[in-house]
């Protein structure tokens, strides 16, 4: 999966509680000086769910939408 496609974690919004680590189905992320950060990108299935639980929101997922008619799509 490209890099683009990763959970994005702000590290300044971060605050160490690992719920994202303990939670991701896939075992992608895990902990770095007490910040979470992806370390398996190969295994990251975009399940979603480090998103939806973080309690700070420092983690989003790009998703890619593509319209009607479109053959590429527009990320947001
Ligand atoms: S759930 Fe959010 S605040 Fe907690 S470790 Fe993960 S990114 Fe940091």
């Known amino acids: 999966m490209p890099s ?4 994005q974690i702000d590290p300044a919004r971060c605050i ?8 991701c189905p896939s075992g992608a992320l895990g902990m770095l000086n007490e ?12 399940a979603g769910i480090c998103q939806e639980i973080c309690p700070t929101e420092a983690i989003s997922l790009a ?3 593509v319209f009607s008619g479109e053959k590429g799509g527009r990320r947001l």
């Open 4 to 7: 683009d496609f990763l959970p």
């Open 16 to 23: 160490g509680c690992e719920l994202c680590v303990k939670l």
């Open 35 to 46: 910040v979470a950060i992806v370390t398996a990108a190969e295994d990251c299935d975009y």
């Open 63 to 65: 998703y890619v939408i």
